[in-house]
Structure formats: structure tokens, C-alpha cells
Nanobody, 124 residues
């Protein structure tokens, strides 16, 4: 089992950047495929990005491709999400998630563990 805690959310203006972190504790962080999802008010939770166990492979939703960069440091049990050129439509609660079945999954039910989320608000 792994416990996940997100941090780094906040209020920024359009065009600015923000960096989110996901700290993991528990068993073997390197054995989990990891992902970031987000959920805006009144909308379903949507996939943002995924990263493989060693961090050498990544996958991005079209809505964030070219602006967001995911990375992980298995030695520190950390995953990060660098978000550049933020837009008001990026406003949401951002969640990190861990999957035991593989990496690259894009639907929430394929992830076994979730953090509590961190709010990102982008003003226009």
C-alpha cells in the first residue's frame, strides 16, 4: 500500500507557472505506475499525465501536452508536475494516483491509490 500527499497548488494568473508535488510513503514507490488527474467543479475527473515506473516514459492528455511536464524521483519517493502557460480552464483540484497494474492508464478506475488533492486556480 502507498499513501500519497499532494502539495503546491495555489492561485495564479493566466500564463504563469506552478509546480505540484506528490509525496509517497509506504511500499516500493518505484513499483507503481503514477499519474496526475484533475477535476473541475461539476465535471468528471479527467486524465492529465502518466509516468512509468522508472520515469523514462510519459503520456499526456492533449489538453496539457506541451505545457505540463511530469517527472519522478524514486530515491525521494516523489513525483512532480511542472505546469507552464496556465490557462483558466486548468482550474481544478489536482490529484496524484498510483497504479499497481501498469502505467499509462487514463481512466481513474485503473488507479488503486489517490491523494487528497490540491486546488489550482488560474485567473484570467
Amino acid at each position: 500500500q502507498v499513501q500519497l500527499v499532494e502539495s503546491g497548488g495555489g492561485l495564479v494568473q493566466a500564463g504563469e507557472s506552478l509546480r505540484l508535488s506528490c509525496a509517497a510513503s509506504g511500499r516500493a514507490f518505484r513499483s507503481y505506475g503514477m499519474g496526475w488527474f484533475r477535476q473541475a467543479p461539476g465535471k468528471d475527473r479527467e486524465f492529465g499525465t502518466a509516468i512509468s515506473w522508472g520515469g523514462d516514459s510519459t503520456l499526456y492528455a492533449d489538453s496539457v501536452k506541451g505545457r505540463f511536464t511530469v517527472s519522478r524521483d524514486n530515491a525521494k519517493n516523489m513525483m512532480s508536475l511542472q505546469m507552464n502557460s496556465l490557462k483558466p480552464e486548468d482550474t481544478a483540484v489536482y490529484y496524484c494516483a498510483a497504479s499497481i497494474i501498469g502505467w499509462g492508464a487514463q481512466i481513474p478506475r485503473d488507479y488503486n491509490y489517490w491523494g487528497q488533492g490540491t486546488q489550482v486556480t488560474v485567473s484570467s
